[in-house]
């Protein structure tokens, strides 16, 4: 009985070794990249032959930042059965790259033309001393009628080795200075080929012998992107056109050459969780306090593990998860430095205002405001702001508290603006027991552009809170004056022509209170940093 026993484990045994076929080891294509601002979903997709029986896939050659809890795995064979799945790290089998190989092979070519250039060097040194002994030599022996003939003989050679030696000396400077850019270069390159990969080995089952295609996606942390933007302006158009951008970074150890990509502002960490909401507590300020949000924003230095090769900064984003299809398909190293990308092009239409506060500052400055900011569901990022292909400003663009986004575009230098105290109209005069001073100012604004202008004009009036001390405003020009004293006067300006506003004022105090009522009057000061040269 036992030996029937010993014999029955033995056919299960020999059955099970015949089962189980070879390790096949494969490495993967990418097939396409989600990029979240901090991570990026890796996808790779393959087809395989498996013969009956198991079968253990080893996919080697991937990022050692792999997540393993985000492994997914999807076979498009209903006949093959997935029967576990493993990560190890595993030391690198390929850790020299195309681009690798390209370096160090030119290092070697140019080691080799500085031997031979240093070997010519030394040879015509050499001839260089070997003259000299020559000269010396014959010096001695030859009279002087033969040294004088041969002067120019040895002169004509002194040149010619000198010669040499200056343009080999400059061949080796330039190929020394090959030589370091390309060091540097494989420094970096072996870096990035870190010493150890990742190795994911899928056991699988087959009825018979066929072929399956493979769906593999994880999650690694060694990329991200943020938005920048370019807003691009037309003096003579009402509408702007919204380039959005994106700084986008691989240091994931694999090269994304021209494949699809993706960007994502969803949080890789919270893919697989669903979202809770939380009260939305009318608090004592009058706003909502949305717990939820709270949260969220508590959690944004906590989330996941960062990549240490890069800095991070906080983005603004919608609560909703977007993504950006990118069209063109870009080449994006993996040696973790910031690529460019398009993400898309809009055009919106804008309000363009010009704004003048000349008691500050006699410039009108020209700005955009873009309606409905927030609904178009922008993310927050560097600007570059252009006017007719000029670059006038950067910024960062926030979510706009009002739903408009405002944008400045510099100073127009073809309007004209002076304010000017009127001083034949400054007077002081003893009344009763008070002091009445008056005051007018002119402000005058030409507009030298072969096009009309709207403009609005801020300026001031002086306000009293004290009962004792009256202000009176006798000329403001049919401005609009707010309760602070602020005047607004929307003016249009066709080409070329000047318009003028008046100011004028009076402010009656008691004799015994003393005003620096001239400070007021006085052109604005700011400090600023300047070189000191001694």
């Known amino acids: 009985m036992r030996t029937l026993y010993q014999l029955f484990f033995f056919i299960l045994f020999s059955l099970s070794l015949a089962a189980q076929n070879p390790d096949k080891k494969l490495c993967p294509d990418l097939s396409s990249v989600k990029v979240f601002t901090t991570g990026a979903q890796l996808h790779h997709n393959f087809k395989t032959e498996l013969k009956k029986g198991f079968t253990t896939l080893k996919l080697v050659n991937l990022p050692t930042s792999l997540e393993p809890n985000t492994i997914n795995i999807t076979l498009s064979n209903q006949q093959v059965k997935m029967h576990s799945v493993s990560t190890l790290v595993v030391p690198n089998e390929n850790k020299t790259s195309p681009r690798l190989k390209l370096i160090q092979d030119s290092i070697s070519l140019f080691t080799d033309r500085l031997k031979l250039i240093t070997s010519q060097i030394e040879a015509f040194r050499s001839q260089q001393k070997l003259l000299y002994d020559v000269i010396q030599n014959n010096a001695k022996a030859a009279a002087i009628q033969d040294i004088e003939k041969n002067i120019d003989f040895y002169s004509r050679k002194f040149n010619d080795i000198y010669m040499r030696i200056h343009e080999a000396e400059m061949k080796k400077a330039e190929i020394d200075s090959v030589t370091e850019v390309l060091n540097k270069r494989m420094g970096i390159e072996l870096i990035r080929r870190s010493s150890v990969q990742t190795e994911i080995d899928i056991i699988l089952y087959a009825d018979n012998d066929l072929s399956t295609d493979i769906d593999l996606k994880y999650i690694v942390n060694t990329a991200g992107w943020m938005s920048k933007y370019d807003f691009r302006i037309s003096s003579n158009s009402e509408k702007i056109?919204?380039?959005?951008?994106?700084?986008?970074?691989?240091?994931?150890?694999?090269?994304?050459?021209?494949?699809?990509?993706?960007?994502?502002?969803?949080?890789?960490?919270?893919?697989?969780?669903?979202?809770?909401?939380?009260?939305?507590?009318?608090?004592?300020?009058?706003?909502?306090?949305?717990?939820?949000?709270?949260?969220?924003?508590?959690?944004?230095?906590?989330?996941?593990?960062?990549?240490?090769?890069?800095?991070?900064?906080?983005?603004?984003?919608?609560?909703?998860?977007?993504?950006?299809?990118?069209?063109?398909?870009?080449?994006?190293?993996?040696?973790?430095?910031?690529?460019?990308?398009?993400?898309?092009?809009?055009?919106?239409?804008?309000?363009?205002?010009?704004?003048?506060?000349?008691?500050?500052?006699?410039?009108?400055y020209l700005t955009a405001m873009i309606p409905n900011w927030n609904s178009m569901n922008f993310l927050s990022g560097e600007a570059n702001i252009f006017l007719d292909n000029a670059l006038v400003s950067r910024t960062e663009i926030v979510t706009a508290p009002d739903d408009t986004l405002r944008l400045s575009l510099g100073t127009d230098s073809k309007i004209k603006i002076k304010r000017n105290k009127v001083k034949s109209e400054t007077e002081?005069?003893?009344?009763?027991?008070?002091?009445?001073?008056?005051?007018?100012?002119?402000?005058?604004?030409?507009?030298?552009?072969?096009?009309?202008?709207?403009?609005?004009?801020?300026?001031?009036?002086?306000?009293?809170?004290?009962?004792?001390?009256?202000?009176?405003?006798?000329?403001?020009?049919?401005?609009?004056?707010?309760?602070?004293?602020?005047?607004?006067?929307?003016?249009?300006?066709?080409?070329?022509?000047?318009?003028?506003?008046?100011?004028?004022?009076?402010?009656?105090?008691?004799?015994?209170?003393?005003?620096d009522y001239n400070s007021s009057l006085q052109p604005k000061k700011r400090v600023v940093l300047s070189p000191a040269f001694y």
């Open 241 to 364: 056109e919204i380039r959005q951008k994106a700084d986008i970074y691989n240091n994931t150890g694999i090269d994304w050459n021209k494949i699809p990509l993706v960007l994502s502002i969803a949080q890789p960490d919270k893919l697989t969780e669903v979202p809770e909401l939380s009260p939305m507590d009318f608090g004592r300020n009058n706003r909502i306090e949305d717990s939820y949000q709270l949260q969220k924003q508590s959690e944004i230095t906590e989330t996941g593990k960062l990549d240490a090769a890069v800095h991070y900064k906080t983005m603004v984003v919608p609560e909703f998860n977007a993504e950006y299809m990118i069209q063109v398909k870009y080449r994006i190293p993996s040696d973790a430095k910031p690529y460019t990308i398009e993400i898309n092009t809009s055009n919106t239409e804008a309000r363009f205002r010009y704004v003048a506060v000349p008691k500050i500052e006699e410039q009108v």
């Open 428 to 515: 002081s005069a003893m009344i009763g027991n008070k002091v009445k001073y008056s005051f007018t100012f002119e402000i005058i604004t030409q507009n030298l552009n072969d096009f009309a202008v709207n403009i609005t004009l801020i300026d001031q009036v002086p306000v009293s809170t004290d009962k004792d001390v009256e202000v009176k405003q006798q000329e403001i020009s049919g401005a609009r004056m707010a309760e602070n004293g602020l005047l607004y006067w929307n003016i249009s300006l066709k080409p070329g022509e000047t318009c003028s506003r008046l100011i004028s004022y009076s402010i009656r105090y008691p004799e015994n209170r003393k005003f």
